[in-house]
């Protein structure tokens, strides 16, 4: 587990370092990505990023969800320096090597379900949710795709076609990708229906059978159901026990694929390896991504045999699967699989119910919720809990990395905390003394 460090700010962010960088940054990288505050990061290591100009941060963010071992674990960087020495790329599309089967045969054995499964590699979690598009196209001979309200997926022409959690990622895009049909996820919590947990008996899946099949689509030409394990980017929405299950047994009742996106909640993140394991869901297709290499670019979309009858050519990659990342990823299981998907349960369970305590303290946290270490803390204005605190939850985010806290948003006014699977219930503590300070302050403007 990490070395128990603090955060260190000596020069307030930015300092005249990170400030000369962002400047340069302005002219030359695509401003199109999110930034939410000037984090110039020089080194990493555990839990802790230190920053150009000397400041050390305790990291909530691993990288969005990525860093799973940790900053530069050390067995990690081992075998990236073992496996470049040996050979960086040859490429599985064309040519055969030991890391790229020897990571497979991982993956099919430890995903769900004990059935013959096949691996494609990829880099990304769009790219793994590309391939699932046309593998479930391919396959099932059917044209449409249901995916989610809030749900994100990715930003490629296909997967940002199924995704539709900020308009902002659309806008100016248009058009997509035909035959995506769009429908609510579970957010039991404000329910568009406006029924009470326990007494809907999953009417948001019922209506898919009832009016989106009677009205809109018929269900035997849609080849797949693409679901979030838990909603991610929409805001850290956990659907309720038994959701999942429904959704794959109406997908199995029409002959539909079932894709569960774990591009964010797999990899031992929510304290089991996949979060389908809590509803001991079974998909058809599992993609992945972000914590399965410790920050080495790879994704992977594992499906069952019986489904994966695409033909030689049908779909390929030149990077994914390169043997310097599957290295790092059989790295990263061997450390998930001794110890570090346990401790996310462990330290996340902690988190939780230390935020709940503070949840009745602070009358602008309207929510908590999560698995493991993904976790979402949801603020709000008003007494009915409806109207978003987005300008509160962007100060806070902003005032926990002047203090030394690394945080990333999702959602409308959610703050997600998605620390590497190592730290400590210390680290815990320090992070959530700086999250409730911040608030305190935020609270008192
Ligand atoms: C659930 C989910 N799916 C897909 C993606 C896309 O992954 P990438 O950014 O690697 O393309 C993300 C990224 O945030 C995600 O959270």
Known sequence: MSHHKKPEIGIVPPGPNAADWVRRDESVISQSYTRTYPLVVEKGKGAFIEDVDGNRYLDFTSGIAVTA??????????????????????????????????????????????????????NSGTESNEAAMKLARYHTKRPFYISFYGG?????????????????????????????????????YRCPYNLKAGECDFYCVTWIREELFRTT???????????????????????????????AELAGEFGMLLVVDEVQSGMGRTGRMFACEHDGVVPDILTIAKGIASGLPLGAMVGSSSVMTWEKGSHASTFGGNPVACEAALGTIELLENGLVDNAADVGAYILSKLKEMKARHPPIGDVRGRGLM?????????????????????????????????????????????????????????????????????RR
């Not at 990690?76 to 320096?81: K, N, S």
């Not at 073992?82 to 090597?97: A, E, V």
């Not at 806070?396 to 219930?425: A, M, T, Y």
């Open 69 to 122: 071992t940790g900053h530069c674990h050390p067995a990690i960087v081992e075998r990236i320096i073992n496996q470049s020495k040996r050979l960086i790329h040859m490429s599985g599309t064309d040519f055969y090597y030991p890391s790229e089967i020897r990571l497979a045969e991982k993956l099919t054995a430890m995903t769900p379900g004990n059935h013959p499964k096949k691996v494609f590699f990829t």
């Open 375 to 443: 976790i979402g803390i949801e603020f709000v204005r008003s007494e009915d809990k409806r109207e978003m605190a987005i300008e509160e939850r962007n100060a806070i985010i902003r005032g926990c990395f002047k203090r030394g806290l690394l945080l990333l948003g999702c959602g409308q006014s959610v703050i997600r905390l998605i620390p590497p699977l190592i730290i400590s219930r210390e680290d815990a503590d320090t992070a959530l003394a700086i999250l409730e300070e911040t608030i305190d302050e935020v609270e």
């Open 217 to 247: 689509v018929p269900p035997d030409e849609v080849a797949a159901i693409f679901i979030e394990a838990i909603q991610g980017e929409g805001g850290y929405v956990v659907p309720p026990d038994g959701y999942l299950r429904r959704m």
């Open 152 to 188: 994100f997926y990715g930003r490629t022409m296909g997967a940002l076609s199924l995704t539709a959690s900020k308009e902002v990622h659309k806008r100016g895009f248009a058009p997509f990708v035909p035959g995506v049909v769009h429908v609510p996820y579970a957010y039991c």
